[in-house]
């Protein structure tokens, strides 16, 4: 199955929550997903005792990408790790939804996207009666950082092709690539786990991050250069499809879908944002689009719309 045109932007019929534990911060935290109108996007409403603060999703809002994916002040009130939330929303096509959270972390679960896929069916997915947006890439974008690089190309659907290459024999150089849509995120992309190395740990702790690391919710590559977690790998090239995972979570933060074709090497969350505020600081690189049916229905084209002064892609 491959590229799927979605005319209509879409929410949640109902709520759903989560309960779980920060990977850095090893505090307990819930997470509530209810509906939202049209037009309305992607809204965290981080509320902590008496505070409450609002954080729209987007790339003009990340503060830190080092380990995680981090919306608003490091040093002050922030969200982190949103990539595999907002990865559920982009892989299930999720337009518009109201994230309230108790605490300053998105929980880790079990490593993956899987606890989010199933909370979103069981609240199921709403059609709303507003077009939906797409920012289509007109022209290659590339951006590069030694021999790490990452471009957006144009392509009639939406793909990733991203490749990574560690001198750990435990993961090597791997691919995934592949064109997105529902089926391929929950097959392929939603059960692969975030990884890391038993030799960073002591350091991570000592710098106040990973502290709810556990062989629960990471795939752990121990000092024999060897997976450590009992049952192995869910996927022969788990490493590269979480890493996919990642990139799908950064490119959410565009503010609306893409059409186009987004490659990376030895890329990761700075490489990602990097990448997203190149494209969208070139207007002569994408444009804005939306379905036009023809011939009752049968046909559907893509035609260009002028979108708003402030819209969320206008960085």
């Known amino acids: 199955m491959g590229f799927v045109l979605q005319d209509y ?54 503060g830190a990408t080092d380990l995680c994916t981090m919306l608003g002040d490091p040093a002050g009130e922030h969200i982190a790790t949103v990539e595999h939330l907002m990865a559920t929303l ?10 309230e959270i108790d605490g300053h972390e998105v929980p880790i679960l079990d490593g993956s996207a899987v606890a989010f896929v199933e909370a979103i069916d069981q609240a199921g997915i709403e059609t709303l009666a507003v077009k939906r947006r797409y920012i289509r890439v007109v022209k290659p974008v590339r951006i590069e950082n030694g021999a790490s690089w990452a471009e ?56 106040g991050y990973a502290l709810g690391s556990s062989l629960e919710n990471s795939l752990v590559i121990g000092d024999d250069n060897r997976v450590i977690n009992m049952g192995g790998l869910r996927y022969p090239n788990e490493f590269a499809r979480h890493k996919t995972m990642d990139a799908m979570g950064d490119l959410a933060l565009a503010g609306a879908r893409f059409i186009g074709c987004f490659r990376s090497y030895r890329g990761g969350h700075r490489m990602n944002a990097a990448a997203l505020r190149r494209l969208l600081s070139d207007r002569s690189a994408f444009e804005v689009v939306e379905t036009t049916r023809r011939e009752r229905g049968r046909t559907a084209e893509m035609s260009a719309v002028t979108g708003p002064v402030f819209a969320p892609w206008v960085i």
């Open 152 to 207: 957006f190309r144009p392509y009639s659907g939406t793909r990733f092709e991203v490749e990574i290459d560690f001198e750990s024999p435990a993961i090597g150089r791997q691919l995934f690539a592949s064109d997105i849509n529902p089926d391929v995120f929950r097959q392929d992309i939603a059960r692969a786990r975030t990884f890391g190395f038993m030799k960073d740990v002591e350091r991570l702790w000592a710098a």
């Open 90 to 99: 982009f892989g299930l096509g999720i337009d518009n939804i109201v994230i």
């Open 9 to 62: 932007q879409t929410t949640l019929r109902s709520r759903a929550t989560l309960t779980g534990t920060g990977v850095h911060s090893g505090k307990p935290v819930t997470v509530n997903f209810l509906p939202a109108d049209a037009d309305t996007g992607v809204v965290f409403h981080l509320s902590t005792g008496s505070e409450s603060r609002e954080f729209r999703a987007l790339v003009a809002e990340v």
